[in-house]
């Protein structure tokens, strides 16, 4: 109960501008947060906390020698984990340095035009899946993927099923490398992805394939894949491949992925929260006129 006392008197206590501190704080953790979290920035945190833990519980456990070759580590832990980590680490500070501020404002396309960039993308791949047409398109989602774009062609053009498919097509020069679509429009093409080294992929998938998970590895990206030995769709997020997609099911996907039904929901929130701050800004100055 003496806490809970405590607690309340130190809440009493505060100004404005420590909630203004909470809320700006609280904001940022939250549009960051998610930029950061792909299976390797995570790998690099887990690598982190078995450290820490396995350093603490050495110390419960008076276990000296353990436990002097952990503060050791720990000591140059920094050095280490740059060492050790090295592209796990530019590929993060890249997404957040290349991170629009609109972004982290919360601000998205118009959802009428990610739908046809959507309804455009499918009908593409519908037809290359029945052609056995390859193809592997990259949906750039708050990771702006510069460092990508200098490995290929910058095209900067509106979707349309036509050109995707022209870009494609078996005897164009851009065909064998990866689209990048951002912001609504084929930002570049040719572009050479990561290709990943997971032991769960099956093993009759080509480089095509382990290039879009690769690149699902490294960055918030949404990757189309279509097999050109098999025709098969199938798209990859957050590392892990989905297969054998039925285009209903594709767009279904994609929908669900770029058209987050939640947007709305996100922006009321941030509404309601900026008019708290600004009803406690005022509270505030009037009290300092009293």
Request: net charge positive.
């Amino acid at each position: 109960m003496e806490a809970i006392h405590n607690l309340i008197q130190h809440l009493s206590k505060m100004q404005w501008s420590d909630y203004l501190d909470i809320v700006l704080v609280a904001f940022l953790i939250y549009k960051l947060l998610p930029l950061i979290r792909t299976p390797n920035t995570m790998r690099i945190a887990k690598a982190v906390a078995v450290v820490v833990v396995v350093a603490w519980l050495a110390g419960v456990m008076k276990l000296y020698t353990i436990s002097w070759i952990l503060n050791q580590i720990l000591a140059v832990g920094i050095i280490a984990v740059v060492i050790l980590f090295q592209p796990e680490l530019r590929r993060m500070l890249d997404h957040i340095g290349s991170v629009k501020l609109t972004s982290l404002l919360g601000s998205t396309k118009p959802a009428q035009e990610m739908d046809n960039v959507i309804s455009q993308t499918v009908m593409a791949c519908e037809v290359m899946s029945r052609e056995r047409v390859g193809a592997l398109i990259v949906f750039a989602r708050e990771a702006r993927l510069e460092e990508y774009f200098k490995t290929g062609t910058r095209i900067d053009g509106q979707v349309s099923e036509q050109l995707l498919r022209n870009i494609f097509f078996p005897k164009a020069s851009l065909h064998d490398g990866a689209m990048i679509i951002r912001d609504g429009r084929v930002a570049a093409a040719g572009c050479v992805l990561p290709l990943s080294d997971s032991s769960r992929l099956s093993a009759d998938l080509g480089t095509r394939h382990r290039a879009g998970v690769g690149m699902s590895e490294a960055s918030d990206a949404v990757v189309v894949i279509v097999s050109e030995e098999t025709g098969t769709i199938s798209v990859a997020v957050g590392g892990m491949l989905k297969r054998h997609l039925a285009p209903q099911t594709l767009e279904r996907l994609l929908r669900n992925e770029l058209c987050k039904d939640d947007t709305d929901k996100e922006q009321n929130q941030l509404a309601a929260l900026r008019d708290k701050v600004l009803n406690k800004v005022k509270e505030g100055k009037d009290n300092e006129k009293k």
